[in-house]
């Protein structure tokens, strides 16, 4: 088979992992202006909470395609438990305050998340199998795909197109974007700009534990899958340029089909390809692909 | 007094008092302090650029290219003199960040701190694929001497930690002098208002540039001093969490002042390591606890303690736009 | 400034009162073992915790008395054994600080530790400086005594080269024809040194054999779809890794549907402990080896029906590498502290008469005789086996076609550099 079309398929099936995720983190910085570290800590909990859901429903019955809708109940569960103990309980009081020392704090947030992952599920692994096997497998040339996989793609390209969308068509949507652009004019104008916060952070964790959910099926969930996720994902949205969903897109497939460029080509490359990327793009775009437009301070 | 004498004789002093309570210290935390001290060092650097509004999260680069540019030097040749060492650790790293400093001095805030991280992350892989200089896996260095003197099992701890805390003193002192400077200055206002400093006929790319070679120096001396202490060398050093520990210890000490931040380093460690021996099992969640019990409380760093003159805490909401 | 310095030497002060204070002094009647080990992180579930465990387990039937002879005194040579467990979570810089406080601070007798290589290499030379007799218990890297001679430093497990030269052979064994064979392994020291020893023992052993892939994800990487295409568009014989704990089992996970196992014989160098977590869902007929003949590969005896009853029956999970390789260190511990104290006249051993008893010593451990045959008796020698997964009458996996090697047949000569031996051809190998 042409080498360059597997190089694009795996590359835009990595990417699509990459983008769910990152699309949680451009958004809460977008809004919030928070570069969020317990991002792969809150994707590592959707991941166990999609593996105990996922169990509780085959438990009762209710396999097959029911387990897709756990996996997005458990996504869901997340986002209620753990935003209102985050945001409201502690990521609010800084807001307005210096972008490194907020990541400081999420990184504190991660730290505790670690630990407290452990502390409720335990050290031994959890899968879920059966939602991976729903969709059988494609064959692409001589190669074998599967159904699931692949349709990470459209579950990649839904989830950027509804957060996309849904901030331009819906009235809540061109709240938040007025709350973006002026926070202060958008309370005087009688916007709950808090609930607004609340909102983006909440979404922004749903999208995070989706991201771990969707992968739990490919994986052993078990300590430690959190750290190179919120590494890479960072790389995704700086490449892109912060707060930028387009550019959260486009990061994600520079980097999904430069590593697999690399896996084919250079394996030696792989382990810092990423990186490398990153470097390039700064340079010669110094906020990323998609610069939002600021005012200047005079 | 002028302000020169006084902050020399200080230093000194302190200096001197320090070494002195070398040899009153139980010899875990000997090395303890002696690692915090490093850490210090290469904190100052970040504080320094935090001077100028920045964060660096890849100092773990400069501190790494010093650590292996003397480490190198030692276990490859032999050269185990600590002064030596020091001054190839910090002129190596310097001249990293000297070639560095004009790509990098033109971002500011996530942008610099996440591409200062990229790079760190790119050396921490090229150094782990080269087995000449043991990959992944780094490599062990002899004991430092001493111009001369190889000082034998626990007298060998207490003169690297008074190098330690002699070079510490030492970059301190330059540091206040340098803040208290015109250029340093400079940089503090540039760290306001970057657009009234270039108004006001001043590079803001010049001071950001040469805070970033200083703080390239401090981190290379503070990786040659860790060499030495642990007598290993990996590429873990570059990596993203090493350059986090430093950007946590800065934070804790605070811009305000050059030595707050080896009392964070201490105490971060301590911290670290006493909650990892009685608490082996969650660490991580105390560890956590005590930085958001810091940023919460102390949000200028323990400097503010006993500089709140020195600086007001911005207002709570600083965007004034044009 | 000077209210400054006073708040940092108070602090200095204060942190050193404190800590002297609460510094137990060691008693005679106990031995304080510091063991570290994974708590945290990628290898907490696979390696760190069960060793822990195996740690703890039977340091509490040693100190009942109930291990079954000749290990079935109390305790070590009477004394009562207190562990301190750390987490090795950090790298190598933090675990040389927190040896030096094992050592200086909770004034430990032993210190038994470090799956790392890194760890290993870097704490061996301050265990070294400080006089402190200390086990490495499952680092793989050769490189530890290769490049350095210690006094005080043990390493009771056979370095990783035995691995991969005894898959080699296995194949050899099994008569499997390979023409082209490819590489999964990290990029660190370890994936890269295992695919090295590998490729040179293929270059003997089949010398025909050509590499048609080699590939080396990151730590950690957890996603293997590309990796996957890429050997299956090699289709290479056989495919070897040696990838363990969660990264191995999304590799499996990933791969196993798209059919690498159906295109592709794959041989797993360190893989056993993947097998009782993912059960029914690992795939037929992959070879395993678990660094050594532990768990489903381990050779008949009391000692080894013991151990794996007991562990069993306290976890409910039959134990694999780490719990072996955890007891075996402490077994030959247990050897050394009593013939060290039958030397002299029963008192608590330094870790010089300690260094003396373990140096060339050798014991029976639950996976077979350990021998402290290499470098000047201070790197172990064991015998490895390795099997092939099939399912039983009950759809469970179990290992098959278990091959057994001798530790003289996969383990250098001693003063030989592993890496050189294959090269060499193995000269001097003893396989029955």
Not at chain 1, 273 to 286: A, D
Not at chain 3, 158 to 174: E, F, P, T, V, W
Not at chain 3, 251 to 273: C, I, K, T, Y
Not at chain 3, 412 to 423: E, F, G, Y
């Amino acid at each position: 088979m042409n080498l360059a079309l597997t190089i694009l398929i795996d590359g835009v099936i990595y990417a699509s992992w990459l983008f769910i995720v990152a699309l949680g983190l451009t958004l809460v910085f977008g809004v919030l202006r928070i570069l969020n570290f317990a991002h792969g800590g809150l994707y590592a909990l959707g991941a166990y909470s999609a593996a105990v859901t996922v169990g509780w429903f085959t438990g009762h019955g209710l396999d097959g395609w029911f387990t897709i809708l756990a996996m997005f109940i458990a996504a869901l569960a997340v986002a209620v438990i753990v935003t209102p103990i985050i945001e409201r309980g502690l990521l609010r009081f800084f807001y307005g305050r210096d972008e490194v020392l907020i990541l400081l704090v999420t990184y504190a947030v991660f730290l505790m998340l670690e630990d407290i992952t452990k502390l409720i599920f335990g050290v031994d692994p959890y899968y879920v199998f059966e939602p991976r096997t729903l969709l059988g497998n494609v064959e692409i040339g001589s190669l074998f795909y599967v159904g699931y996989d692949l349709a990470l793609i459209g579950t990649a390209i839904v989830c950027g197109l509804a957060v996309w969308l849904g901030l331009r068509r819906t009235r809540i949507g061109k709240v938040t974007l007025a709350v973006i652009a002026e926070p202060e004019v958008a309370a005087t104008m009688g916007v709950n700009v808090s609930r607004i916060h609340l909102l983006a952070f909440g979404l922004g964790v749903f999208l995070a534990a989706l991201g771990g959910a969707l992968t739990a099926p490919l994986i052993s969930v078990q300590p430690g899958i959190s750290v190179s996720v919120v590494i890479v994902s960072f790389a995704v949205v700086i490449i892109g340029g912060l707060g930028s969903i387009p550019g959260a897109a486009i990061g994600a497939l520079i980097v999904g089909i430069a590593r697999s460029f690399a896996v084919y080509k250079v394996p030696e490359a792989e382990i810092f390809i990423i990186y490398l990327v990153m470097v390039v793009v700064l340079i010669f775009r110094p906020e990323g692909l998609f610069k939002p437009i600021q005012a200047r301070r005079i | 007094m002028n302000n020169t004498l006084k902050v020399v004789v200080i230093g000194a002093i302190a200096a001197l008092a320090l070494m002195a309570l070398g040899f009153a210290m139980p010899r875990w935390l000997l090395f303890t302090a002696t690692k915090a001290v490093a850490f210090g060092i290469v904190a100052l650097g970040i504080v320094t650029l935090m001077r100028g509004g920045l964060v660096s999260f890849g100092q773990g680069m400069y501190y790494c290219v010093g650590a292996y540019a003397s480490g190198q030097l030692a276990a490859r040749y032999g050269v185990t003199d600590a002064f030596i060492l020091l001054i190839v650790g910090g002129l190596g790293s310097g001249l990293i960040a000297a070639v560095v400093a004009p790509l990098v001095a033109r971002y500011r805030g996530i942008f610099f701190a996440m591409l200062t991280m990229a790079l760190s992350m790119v050396l921490y892989g090229v150094l782990a694929k080269i087995n000449a200089i043991g990959g992944s896996d780094g490599f062990n260095l002899p004991k430092p001497t001493f111009a001369g003197f190889a000082p034998q099992d626990g007298a060998s701890d207490i003169a690297l930690y008074a190098v330690a805390v002699a070079t510490a003193s030492l970059c301190a002192v330059l540091c206040r002098l340098y803040y208290d400077s015109r250029p340093g200055l400079i940089a503090l206002a540039s760290r306001e208002n970057e657009l009234r400093v270039e108004y006001l006929g001043a590079s803001v790319f010049a001071v950001t540039a040469r805070n970033f070679i200083i703080a390239g120096v401090l981190a290379g001396l503070g990786g040659t001093i860790n060499a030495m202490a642990l007598g290993h060398v990996d590429p873990f050093f570059s990596y993203w969490t090493t350059s986090g520990e430093f950007v946590f210890i800065a934070i804790l000490g605070g811009y305000a002042s050059a030595i707050a931040v080896f009392g964070a380093a201490l105490i971060t460690e301590l911290v670290r390591s006493f909650s990892g021996s009685y608490f082996p099992d969650s660490w991580q969640l105390l560890l956590g606890i005590f930085l958001l019990a810091v940023i919460v409380f102390l949000p200028l760093g323990f400097g503010s303690l006993w500089a709140r003159r020195r600086v007001t805490p911005p207002p709570a909401d600083e965007e004034i736009r044009s | 400034m000077k209210i400054a310095y006073k708040a940092l030497l108070s602090g200095l002060l204060g942190a050193t009162a404190l800590t002297c204070g609460s510094a137990a002094m060691a008693q005679d009647d106990t031995l304080k073992i510091g063991v570290v080990t994974f708590l945290s992180g990628q290898a907490a579930q696979s390696f760190g915790v069960p060793a822990a465990d195996g740690g703890k387990l039977l340091v509490a039937k040693m100190n009942a008395g109930e291990v079954p002879a000749p290990f079935d005194t109390v305790g070590m040579g009477g004394m009562q054994i207190e562990l301190v467990l750390i987490d090795e979570a950090g790298g190598a810089t933090v675990q040389v600080q927190e040896f030096r406080n094992l050592v200086q601070r909770e004034n430990v007798d032993v210190v038994v530790g470090y799956v790392g290589s890194g760890d290993c290499l870097a704490v061996a030379p301050v265990a070294e400086e400080l006089k402190q007799f200390t086990i490495l218990y499952d680092c793989g890297t050769p490189r530890v005594f290769e490049t350095a001679e210690y006094d005080y430093v043990f390493r009771t497990a056979a370095h990783a080269s035995m691995d991969n030269i005894g898959l080699a052979r296995y194949l050899k064994a099994q008569g499997t024809e390979v023409s082209t064979f490819a590489g999964i392994n990290q990029d660190y020291a370890f994936g890269q040194d295992s695919w090295a020893d590998f490729t040179a023992a293929m270059a003997q052993i089949y010398p025909e054999a050509e590499v048609a892939a080699a590939l080396f994800p990151a730590f950690g990487a957890g996603q293997y779809g590309t990796e996957t295409s890429a050997l299956m568009s090699a289709q290479p014989d056989i495919v070897h890794s040696s990838l363990w704990g969660g990264d191995l089992q999304a590799m499996v996970l990933q791969a196993l549907p798209r059919g690498l196992f159906q295109r592709s014989e794959v041989v797993l160098s360190a893989a056993d402990h993947i097998l009782p977590p993912l059960g029914k869902q690992m795939p037929e007929g992959v070879v395993i080896g678990a660094r050594g003949a532990y768990g489903f590969l381990a050779p008949e005896s009391d000692l080894n029906t013991w151990w794996f009853d007991a562990y069993e029956a306290e976890y409910d999970v039959m134990p694999v590498q780490a719990p072996y390789r955890m007891a075996q260190a402490l077994l030959g511990l247990k050897v050394a502290v009593e013939k060290a104290m039958a030397d002299n006249g029963g008192t608590k051993p330094t870790s010089e008469e300690l260094a003396a008893a373990m140096q060339g010593s050798t014991w029976d451990s639950p996976g077979g005789l350990i021998e402290m045959a290499n470098a000047n008796g201070h790197q172990a020698i064991q015998p490895t086996a390795f099997g092939k997964t099939v399912k039983d009458a009950e759809g469970n996996i179990v290992l098959e076609d278990i091959v057994r090697f001798d530790a003289r047949c996969v383990n250098p000569p001693t003063d030989v550099i592993a890496l050189d031996w294959i090269n060499e051809g193995f000269p001097g190998a003893q396989c029955d």
